[in-house]
C-alpha cells in the first residue's frame, strides 16, 4: 500500500492552474512566512522545481509549500483573492525581492497560460518566470497514523537538549536523527553519536500506545526554530515511513529513518559510586580555558579528583603547551584521573541549565553521566553520558 497519496486540494491543481491568478498581500506577513520555510530549500535539487515555493490560493486562503523531497513544510496565511489556483515562484528571486520591500501591500498578477507572475507596488512593477503548480510534487498525507500531543515548548526543549548529540556518519545513518520512545507513562528524546549520549525524558507527556520511530535532523532543526515563537500544542502524527508535526497555521512532514536504533540503555553505567558535585559555570570555564593547551587532534582534558580538589589539565607534547587548574568540588568516592574530550564536555555543559552538575564515574576507562544538580521542570529528567579518553600518561 503506498504510503503518500495526493490530497483533494492537490488533485485539482492542474485544472485550476490553467486560469489567471490575482491576489493581494501584506509584503513583510508574506517574507515572514517565507523565510520560515527557506530552510527546508536544499542547496541542489535534483528537480528543479524544488527551488521553487508553490503558492496555493483558495478563497481567502494562501498555502505556501516547500519541499525537498524529504521534508516538506506548508504554512497557511490570509489573503484578499477571489480566484482560485496554484503557482511555483523562484525562491531566491521572491525572497531577495521580498526583503527590499517596505512594509505594504503587494499585488500578484499570475498569467494562467505561462506562469509568468507580476508583482504590483507602490514603487513599481516587477515580473519574473513562474512554473506551472502541477509540477510540484504533492504533498505527503499520512496514511491510518497514530498521534499524540505536546506543548510546542516542551517539544523545543526535547529538541535543543538533545541534537547536539546526533551524529554525522553516512554509515550509520540511524544516529543521525532523534529517537522518538513513546510509552503510557513518558515519551523519551535519545541522541547519541557513540562517543556521547542524551537521553531526555518527559514524564508529564504520554502517548496512547508504545511506539518508537526515528526523526531526522534537518526537520527537527526547521522546527526548533519555528517552535520558539509559540505556546500551541503540537500535535504529532506518525506510521512506519512519515511524521508529521502540525500546530498553529503550520505542518511539517517527514520521512522517517528506517533502520534499529542501537540499545541505548545497555551503554548507560547503572554503578557510579564516585559523585563529583561542581558549579556548573564555574566547571565550563576552567574547560573552556585549559582545553585551548590540549591537544588539537583529541582535545582531550585531565579531570584528576583528590578529596574535595578538582584539578582540570591538558597538554599538547608537540608544542609542549600546558595548562592546569584547582577548583573546589564536593566529592563522594575514590580519588581517581580521567580523560574526556573537552569539545563533548562543553557541548553538554552548555546544555544543561542547573546551577550545579553532578559527574558519576565508575571507573576511568567506563563512561561517564553527567546530571543536572537540581531538578528542572515538573516533568523532566535529563541524563547525558560521555565517553572517556585514553590518558596519555
Known amino acids: 500500500m503506498s504510503e503518500v497519496s495526493t490530497t483533494p486540494e492537490s488533485a485539482t491543481r492542474s485544472s485550476s492552474s490553467k486560469s489567471a491568478m490575482k491576489f493581494i498581500v501584506s509584503s513583510t506577513a508574506l517574507l515572514k512566512q517565507l523565510q520560515m520555510l527557506q530552510g527546508v530549500l536544499a542547496s541542489s535539487n535534483t528537480l528543479p522545481i524544488l527551488d521553487n515555493f508553490l503558492f496555493e490560493v483558495d478563497g481567502k486562503q494562501l498555502t505556501l509549500t516547500a519541499s525537498d523531497l524529504e521534508t516538506t513544510m506548508t504554512s497557511t496565511m490570509p489573503v484578499e483573492a477571489k480566484d482560485k489556483g496554484s503557482v511555483a515562484i523562484p525562491a531566491r528571486l521572491l525572497l531577495d525581492t ?5 512594509e505594504q501591500p503587494l499585488t500578484f498578477s499570475i498569467d494562467g497560460k505561462h506562469h509568468g507572475v507580476e508583482i504590483s ?9 513562474g512554473f506551472s503548480g502541477a509540477e510540484f510534487p504533492k504533498s505527503p498525507v499520512l ?6 500531543t505536546l506543548p510546542a515548548g516542551t517539544l523545543a526543549t526535547a529538541i535543543n537538549k538533545s541534537i547536539f548529540a546526533t551524529g554525522n556518519d553516512d554509515l550509520r545513518p540511524v544516529m543521525s536523527g532523534i529517537f522518538f ?4 507513562d513518558a515519551v523519551r528524546f535519545v541522541a547519541t553519536d557513540a562517543h556521547k ?3 531526555y525524558m518527559r514524564t ?3 502517548a496512547d500506545r508504545a511506539a518508537t520511530f526515528i526523526v531526522p535532523k534537518k526537520p527537527l532543526n526547521l522546527l526548533k526554530n519555528v517552535l520558539a515563537a509559540t505556546s500551541a500544542e503540537v500535535t504529532v502524527s506518525y506510521n512506519e515511513n512519515n511524521a508529521s508535526f502540525a500546530f498553529d497555521n503550520i505542518m511539517l512532514v517527514c520521512r522517517l529513518i528506517d533502520g534499529k536504533y542501537p540499545n541505548y540503555e545497555a551503554v548507560i553505567p547503572k554503578k557510579n559510586p564516585n559523585k563529583l558535585t561542581i558549579d556548573r559555570a564555574t566547571f565550563l570555564s576552567s574547560i573552556r580555558r585549559v582545553s585551548i593547551f590540549s591537544n588539537k587532534t583529541t582535545h582531550q582534558v585531565r579531570l584528576s579528583i583528590n578529596g574535595s580538589q578538582l584539578t582540570v589539565s591538558a597538554e ?3 608544542f609542549a603547551n600546558e595548562a592546569n587548574e584547582a577548583l573546589t568540588c564536593s566529592y563522594e568516592g575514590d580519588d581517581m584521573t580521567i580523560g574526556f574530550n573537552s569539545r563533548f564536555l562543553m557541548d553538554m555543559l552548555n546544555n544543561l541549565e542547573s546551577e550545579h552538575v553532578v559527574l558519576e564515574m565508575s571507573a576511568p576507562n567506563r563512561a561517564g553521566i553527567l546530571l543536572p544538580g537540581e531538578s528542572g521542570e515538573v516533568g523532566e529528567d535529563i541524563l547525558m553520558l560521555v565517553m572517556p579518553v585514553m590518558l596519555n600518561n
Do not use: C, H, N
Open 204 to 206: 508529564d507527556v504520554k
Open 98 to 102: 521580498l526583503k527590499a520591500f517596505p
Open 143 to 148: 496514511e491510518e497514523p497514530s498521534r499524540f
Open 181 to 184: 520512545e513513546l510509552a503510557d
Open 316 to 318: 599538547d607534547l608537540d
Open 121 to 129: 507596488s507602490d514603487q513599481g512593477k516587477y515580473k519574473m518566470t
Open 197 to 199: 549520549l542524551v537521553r
